[in-house]
């Protein structure tokens, strides 16, 4: 009875829908009727399209398997959006339609249930459009999903956004388990490639445009302007209608769609579509074929046949060819597992009056699951084949939506990336390149990638070294040693950084402002980020975070060189000091008698041998008074300016002006602006009681450009203070800092790149490299303890000398003393000895050669 009950109900309902089609009923013999739940939400496009795509597939599979033996028996049931309603309505389909198998239900939040109650029955639930990660058939073996889950086109993804090189994202999705079992995907996705998710904004679907438009507001005071979202067509067309109203399908931004939105963009309506014009979208590939192409046409032949309680889709829809594959792979398992009715459900002997407790048991429920997860054939989605419970992913597109249609603008696949097309050859090697995909067209009818790195450059009128700004055309052209290290910099990155450089300035195209200024647009998000000459500071770092320095640097003082030395007339004198002068004239009176013997030649060797040394120092210390000493600067420390009242210059729009007014305690007053180092020339030339000023401070990078082209006139003088160097400033938080700093590191100790940098701009500072060494206030003159040594010998030798001389003149002369006159007193005798002592001793080899010589003449 119970067979006979579904033939004749499913018998109008084949009789229906081929009448609908316009075609005859087959003949059938059908022998056994299998029931079939389907639970539809058919007040949503999915659930209309679907209707109608099962009841074609249903027509389109027994018209060319009319020999089956078995035949499925739709029963389709409305349960609208909510969960509780899914569930009972396939409770109801299993215990009073004793249903062999459910189709459905359409939401993941309604599946799962749905799922729990299949298990239960062991009745197989199949679900076509519940794709949340977080339903996993390998926890319910009778869960079967005929899609594919969302999880597998988080790879795409990730891809279309590394390509672009954006670096941080919003995402925007439902709160539902849809819209919430993604999520933990994505986020590590993203983290993989570097890209920093600054924010996730939940919607409830039950949100009304108000809120919506809330949320988008917070959305746009945020500085990110590319947003992926994932939610459902319901929610998506009202957020794009009120995101356009809110300007924010505008030029500068970027929205990528997930697979539930870009699946059922044709059932939004004009409206919404124009509202999302640049949009970028993925979706399951679905390959061409003849019966594709034939059910496309009958599709829109017979669409006005369908009755619809609102208009349905004109193109085809994917998740409708699911749900079309979905009732063929269900037919086939039916026959293929030899189903038949009078094996459905034996009742539970549970005593329980709940109606859960009293659900029977489908018997060949695990043989009907088991043909399901094995039946493979060519559906018009493409190949149908399940892994692990599920569909098997298939090749993505990737599409923009331009005017009413969506553009394809390129192809991807897990075994080569992207592509223009998907002819595979298996030699291609994988690519996350967007030069394989076609040009989209940005929101605002633009081809300008959004998010482009603005970047703020200085406008400089002085040492164009560091960075040089020109007009040759109406678009700038920056230079310089700053833009260098940038681009090096930007080459060490481990992906590609589109970027634009706008110059900080005014309508008359000049500097708009200090650095300080510059640094601020950062914070108001005018720019992204400053390149250029721009030195970390502290109280900079209070708004902006800084990269790590990409050159030394440091805040000195340059001063004027007196020149006047050379004119003293006593300059002579200066080589030596007093005392040396001193112990030198004591030594000459000492040392300079007559040479009467051979100790006599002996210390004349060594005071010879002395004013040798003297001499020779005497003459390197005077060449180096006349010489060096010309760059003695005209002063040394910032004391005796500050205590003088002297005026100090410093470089315009430098924060060097508050180190002088905080650090160094300079009265503002007496402080002066100048921008080229031709300002710096004249105003150390006038001095600071002509105009000009006592001394310049800025920082020593430049301070060594001024002085290659000045060195003969100026000098380096002073402590140095201390500053971190040139570093570039990205707005605080930003993940681009890490990337930025390593590569910084990998350019500037690569010796050979940094190096090739620097020569192609200051290789002139080679000529003055010794200016960057402080010069002392004055070269010491030569003093005693410099020779110190050299006396000590000549001394000790004159002494030894003496000593020696000494004893044998007494040894020779005081015998003879006695003799003459045994009656003297000793004092007598050492005064007729006195007599003889400067006398000459012909003992030694001088006066005998001497002697010898004059006897022979005689």
């Not at 309603?85 to 459905?104: C, N, P, R, W």
């Not at 941080?168 to 933990?184: A, F, K, Q, R, S």
């Not at 440091?554 to 007093?578: A, H, Q």
Request: aromatic residues 12%; contains cysteine; glycine residues 6%.
């Amino acid at each position: 009875m119970a067979n006979q009950k579904h033939l004749l109900t499913f018998l109008p309902s084949l009789l229906l829908s081929f009448s609908l089609w316009g075609h005859e009923p087959l003949l059938m013999a059908a022998k056994e009727v299998i029931p079939v739940g389907v639970v539809l939400d058919l007040k949503s496009p999915v659930g209309r399209v679907a209707e109608s795509y099962m009841s074609m597939a249903l027509y389109d599979f027994y018209a060319v398997n009319y020999d089956y033996h078995t035949r499925l028996a739709l029963f389709t049931k409305d349960s609208g959006d909510g969960v509780l309603t899914a569930a009972s309505t396939a409770m109801d389909l299993m215990k009073h339609e004793e249903v062999q198998a459910i189709i459905g239900p359409q939401s993941s939040a309604q599946a799962r249930f749905v799922m729990e109650l299949g298990r239960k029955a062991q009745v197989p639930i199949i679900s076509f459009s519940a794709t949340s990660p977080s339903l996993s058939p390998s926890q319910n073996p009778f869960f079967i999903r005929t899609t594919q889950e969302d999880s597998a086109q988080v790879r795409a993804i990730s891809d279309i956004v590394k390509a672009f090189g954006w670096w941080e994202i919003v995402i925007i999705y439902e709160d539902t388990d849809y819209g919430n079992g993604l999520i933990p995907y994505l986020m590590e996705a993203l983290q993989q490639i570097d890209t920093r998710v600054t924010y996730r904004s939940v919607i409830p679907p039950s949100s009304n445009n108000a809120e919506i438009s809330e949320e988008l507001e917070k959305l746009k005071a945020n500085h990110t302007r590319i947003f992926l979202v994932h939610m459902a067509a319901s929610l998506g067309s009202k957020l794009f209608v009120l995101a356009k109203n809110a300007g924010m399908m505008s030029e500068g931004y970027a929205w990528i769609l997930t697979e539930g939105l870009s699946s059922l963009l044709d059932p939004m309506g004009s409206k919404v579509m124009d509202s999302m014009q640049g949009v970028l979208g993925i979706r399951p590939y679905i390959p061409p074929s003849k019966q594709l192409k034939d059910f496309e046409i009958k599709w829109r032949r017979n669409l006005t046949s369908i009755k619809t309680k609102s208009k349905s889709t004109t193109s085809l829809n994917l998740f409708g060819l699911w749900a079309y594959d979905t009732v063929w792979a269900l037919a086939i398992a039916v026959e293929k597992a030899g189903m038949v009715h009078s094996s459905f459900l034996k009742q539970n002997n549970s005593s329980s009056k709940v109606d859960l407790a009293t659900l029977g048991i489908f018997e060949m429920g695990t043989r009907l699951c088991n043909a399901i997860l094995t039946t493979v054939f060519q559906g018009l989605s493409g190949n149908f084949h399940l892994v692990n419970g599920q569909l098997e992913p298939s090749a993505v597109e990737i599409f923009n939506v331009i005017g009413k249609t969506e553009r394809i603008i390129g192809y991807w696949t897990r075994q080569r990336g992207f592509s223009q097309n998907l002819n595979y050859t298996g030699k291609e090697a994988y690519s996350t390149s967007k030069d394989k995909l076609k040009q989209p067209i940005w929101p605002g009818d633009t081809t300008e990638q959004p998010t482009k790195l603005r970047i703020g450059v200085p406008v400089r009128t002085s040492f164009n070294e560091f960075l040089k700004v020109e007009w040759p055309t109406d678009k700038p052209s920056i230079s310089g040693f700053a833009i260098d290290v940038f681009h090096a910099v930007q080459d060490a990155l481990p992906f590609p950084l589109p970027h634009e450089f706008i110059p900080y300035m005014n309508k008359h195209r000049q500097s708009n402002g200090s650095y300080d200024e510059l640094l601020y647009q950062i914070t108001i998000q005018k720019y992204d980020a400053v390149v250029g000459d721009t030195t970390i500071v502290a109280n900079r770092s209070l708004y902006v975070d800084f990269t790590l320095p990409y050159t030394e640097s440091g805040v000195s003082m340059v001063v004027l060189v007196k020149d006047d030395v050379r004119k003293n007339l006593w300059i002579f004198l200066k080589p030596l000091s007093l005392t040396l002068w001193l112990t030198t004239g004591v030594a000459f009176i000492f040392t300079e008698e007559n040479v009467v013997n051979n100790w006599s030649r002996f210390v004349l060797i060594i005071w010879i041998f002395v004013v040798l040394i003297l001499t020779q120092s005497y003459t390197a210390s005077l060449t180096s008074i006349l010489t060096v000493q010309r760059l003695q600067p005209t002063f040394i420390d910032i004391k005796e300016i500050k205590n003088n009242g002297y005026f100090v210059g410093y470089q315009k729009d430098s924060f060097v002006k508050g180190l002088l007014i905080k650090q160094l305690d300079l009265p503002e007053s007496k402080l002066k602006p100048y921008v080229t180092p031709e300002e710096y020339h004249e105003a150390l030339s006038k001095g600071t009681y002509n105009g000009g000023v006592a001394a310049i401070f800025d920082e020593i990078p430049y301070i060594k450009l001024f002085l290659a082209k000045f060195c003969s006139r100026y000098t380096m003088v002073g402590p140095t203070y201390k500053t971190d160097g040139f570093g570039f400033a990205f707005r605080q938080g930003s993940p681009l800092v890490p990337y930025f700093s390593r590569a910084i590191l990998n350019v500037t100790q690569d010796k050979e790149k940094i190096g090739a940098i620097e020569h192609k701009y200051f290789s002139s500072q080679t000529t003055c490299e010794d200016q960057s060494t402080t010069i002392p206030s004055h070269s010491p003159s030569l003093g005693v303890d410099s020779f110190g040594g050299l006396f000590i010998l000549a001394g000790t030798a004159s002494l030894a000398s003496l000593m020696v001389y000494l004893f044998k003149f007494i040894y020779s002369h005081w015998p003879v003393s006695s003799d003459n006159n045994p009656t003297n007193s000793c004092w007598s005798k050492l005064v007729n000895m006195a007599k003889h002592f400067d006398q000459k001793d012909f003992s030694s080899h001088t006066f005998k050669e001497e002697s010898h010589k004059g006897s022979e003449f005689h």
